[in-house]
């Protein structure tokens, strides 16, 4: 099995036609890189108990039109202001621009202390489908809300630094002079079609 890693190109605060309604990140589209640099959200007992979705989006990905998707595991670099504070409440994979498949919220707190949580395995789909050009698409992508839990009402922010997608997936092999290989280059370029005079040869 195949697997690539992207962190997002961009980043947008959204509340999907009403779908998780709450209060706007600043600065989402800090985090497409490890750089100390975050998307932020304050947070409070009362008027704010909860964020709009942090959409990370347009990964990069490049997967063989013929491959097969088999997991996929997003890890997101986060910490908050304080402990006890700030709780993971939706967070799904982005299909076609909309949130798709189960909610992998964890629903511990979030630490003080800066650090990466992962969600999803190498075999998860997350309860939903997915062709490689699906991922491809620049609006393939996740999603995350905040929410705040605590009965003292003192505020608290929840920061992000970047979101990470490892994808695992299958190539099938193509057979040249009757050998399987996965990849055939010539030079740097990838070589998607293997012809005999007029006739594709066959992918397995």
């Known amino acids: 099995m195949s697997s690539q890693v992207e ?29 100390s640099s975050y998307a932020s959200v304050t947070l409070d007992g009362t008027t704010h108990t909860s964020s709009e979705c942090l959409v ?4 990069g990905f490049e997967v ?3 491959g097969t998707i088999k997991g996929i595991v997003v890890s997101v670099d986060r910490k908050a202001s ?4 700030i709780r993971d ?11 798709t ?4 919220s964890i629903g511990t707190y979030w630490s003080s202390s800066e650090g990466v949580v992962s969600y999803g395995s190498p075999t998860d789909l997350w309860g939903a489908s997915f062709l490689p050009e699906d991922i491809r698409s620049p609006d393939f992508g996740f999603m995350i809300q905040a929410t705040y839990q605590n009965a003292y009402l003192t505020p608290a922010t929840a920061y992000v630094d970047y979101i990470q997608i490892t994808l695992y997936f ?5 057979f040249y002079d009757g050998v399987a290989v996965k990849r055939i280059f010539f030079g740097n370029a990838e070589v ?4 005999d005079g007029g006739t594709i040869l066959p992918s397995q």
Do not use: M
Not at 82 to 85: A, L, T, V
Not at 170 to 174: A, D, G, R, T
């Open 82 to 85: 304080g402990d006890d504070y």
């Open 170 to 174: 299958e190539e099938p092999n193509v």
């Open 101 to 104: 498949g189960n909610n992998k």
């Open 56 to 59: 990370a989006k347009d990964f």
């Open 64 to 66: 063989n039109g013929l």
């Open 192 to 195: 998607r079609k293997v012809y």
């Open 7 to 35: 962190i997002a190109n961009s980043g947008i605060s959204s509340s999907f036609s009403g779908a998780f309604g709450g209060r706007v990140w600043t600065s989402p589209g800090e985090i497409d890189a490890n750089d």
């Open 89 to 99: 409440n939706a967070v799904y994979l982005v299909k076609d621009g909309n949130y």
